[in-house]
Each structure stands twice: as structure tokens, then as C-alpha cells.
């Protein structure tokens, strides 16, 4: 533990959790012997890469954004805020099982896709709703993803949100680079670019692994080489993000508990590596990255 701590003195600060301090230091110094060249990141978009509060004021996920647009009507807000009401509190429910809870997500994400189907909404809205409501970053993460991209570090945004926003808020932060890859739920338009539809696989919080990612799509194999992953998310479905990356593999998982902490601090402590209460910054993530890179120099 102390040798970790002297490598990346901010795991010492009071925020952040470990259980087992030595597979944590195995698992790092795996990644650091790895160098830059077998890295790769997987991580979710909303409350991950993006913070979950200023100042204790909930910050807008990708459905956020869509349903806080100005030019969709008051029934489809109302309808959307009844549908979190009722679907939030059994997705962060500690007691349900994830059997118990994935067909009532998949309700939720049916009913929440359906409603904007029916909201005359075009291609070009997506831009207007990021600059709207525009997407905070957690501190440090543009700065983080423009070091990846510089080390040429792939990172795949795996994401149960919106792909039309995510993207809108990638670009509007200069983060479309081509280390970049969104998976998420994208929309299809018409000709007219008329919003007709969201495609045909359903991403949710339970199933962010392997057989959400296209079948034509050789991610995965095409960075068979990058057998080191750094993984980041906000929930337990998201430690399942990795899943096709190719053996062998080290994944460190760093899991930010932002609600309901002291509920499900032992739980989370119990599945991911490193556990961040609270911690709207990308700062333990980042050190950790300029570990991997500060050896190679």
C-alpha cells in the first residue's frame, strides 16, 4: 500500500475507497508494465465522464438534456418526469436482483424512446439541446480524454444514454478525435431528417457488454493488443463494459458512487477496484494514467 500510495498520492485522500489495497497495486503496476501501447479506457458517459452535482444541484444526464429542451411540449415532460419517478428508485434498489430489475429498465427505456419517437423532433435539435442544457464535465475530464488521444490511448464511450447528445456534447468540447468510440442508443431519421425511430438494439444499464456492440463492428479485436483497461462507470451494470476484451486482460475498474452512498458504499467496495464517494473530478483516473505514461518517459 505505501509503495502505491508514494506512486499516486491522491489514493490517500479520504474519498476514496479500496478493499484490497494489493490486488489494486498488482493491477497497477500491470498497466504501468504494459505501457501506453496495451492500454486502452472503457467508460459510461453520464455521472461518469460527466459530473452528478455543483453544489449539490443534480446535473442533466443525455435524457435530461433531451427532456429539459425548450421546444418540446409540457405533456412529454410531464410524462418523462412520472416515468423517472417511478423507474429510478428500482434501478438503484440494493434489495431487487438484476434479473428482477431488467425488464422493468427495459420498460423504462422502451416508454422513454417511444415518447420521443412521437415528439417531432429533427437531426438538427440534438445541437440546440446540448447548447441549451450543455453537459458538464467532471474536472479534468476534457484534459484527461485530450491526454488519451495524445498518447493515442483508445477510449470507448459505452453508454445506456442517448448517442445523438452524447456526440453533440463530444463535439461541442472538441473530443471527436479519432480515439473516440460512442456506443450507444443512436436515432434514425428520415430523408427529411425527421426523427422516426431509435435503432433496433437496446442499450440499458444490464446489458452495456459484448452483444450490445454491432455484429459488424471488430472493436474489440481490432485492439486485441490492449489487453489493459482502464474501466470507468457509476453503477454495477457497468463493470460488465469489458466484457470482449480480448485475454489475457487486466481491468482495473474505478466505480464513482454518487447517490445513496452510504446504502451502497460496501457493495461497491465489493465490485469495483477503487471506489470515489462523492468526487465530481477525473483526478484518480487521470493519476493513474500519468503513471502508465510518466514510466515510459
Not at 10 to 32: A, M, Y
Not at 197 to 215: R, V
Not at 218 to 233: K, P
Not at 274 to 289: E, N, R, Y
Request: glycine share 4%; proline share 3%.
Amino acid at each position: 500500500m505505501d509503495n502505491l500510495i508514494s506512486l499516486i498520492p491522491n489514493l490517500k485522500l479520504s474519498h476514496v475507497h479500496v478493499k484490497d489495497w494489493q490486488n489494486v497495486g498488482d493491477k497497477i503496476n500491470k498497466l504501468i508494465a504494459g505501457t501506453h501501447d496495451k492500454l486502452q479506457v472503457i467508460a459510461d458517459f453520464d455521472f461518469t465522464l460527466t459530473k452528478f452535482h455543483v453544489d449539490g444541484v443534480r446535473k442533466l444526464s443525455c435524457h435530461g438534456v433531451v427532456e429539459n429542451y425548450s421546444k418540446l411540449p409540457d405533456h412529454y415532460k410531464l410524462k418523462s418526469k412520472e416515468m423517472f419517478n417511478k423507474y429510478y428508485p428500482i434501478e438503484i434498489d440494493q434489495h431487487l436482483s438484476v434479473e428482477e430489475k431488467i425488464p422493468l429498465m427495459i420498460e423504462w427505456y422502451d416508454g422513454a424512446h417511444e415518447l420521443l419517437e412521437h415528439s417531432n423532433l429533427y437531426k438538427h435539435d440534438f445541437a440546440l439541446m446540448v447548447k441549451e442544457n450543455p453537459i458538464e464535465f467532471r474536472d479534468g475530464t476534457l484534459q484527461f480524454m485530450k491526454d488519451l488521444n495524445a498518447a493515442n490511448i483508445p477510449i470507448l464511450v459505452f453508454s445506456a444514454g442517448v448517442g445523438d447528445v452524447i456526440d453533440e456534447a463530444l463535439l461541442a468540447n472538441n473530443l471527436t478525435q479519432d480515439n473516440v468510440k460512442v456506443i450507444s442508443n443512436y436515432m434514425t431519421y428520415n430523408t427529411e431528417g425527421k426523427l422516426v425511430a431509435f435503432t433496433d438494439k437496446l442499450i440499458h444499464m444490464y446489458n452495456k457488454n459484448e452483444t450490445s456492440i454491432p455484429h459488424s463492428s471488430t472493436y474489440f479485436q481490432d485492439l486485441s493488443h490492449r489487453h489493459n483497461v482502464i474501466l470507468l462507470g457509476d453503477s454495477l451494470g457497468d463493470l460488465q463494459m469489458s466484457k470482449g476484451v480480448e485475454p489475457p486482460s487486466t481491468v482495473l475498474t474505478i466505480g464513482f458512487l454518487n447517490d445513496k452512498i452510504e446504502e451502497r458504499l460496501e457493495k461497491y467496495k465489493g465490485e469495483f477496484d477503487i471506489v470515489l464517494v462523492d468526487d465530481q473530478s477525473m483526478d484518480i483516473p487521470d493519476a493513474i494514467l500519468k503513471s502508465v505514461l510518466a514510466n515510459e518517459s
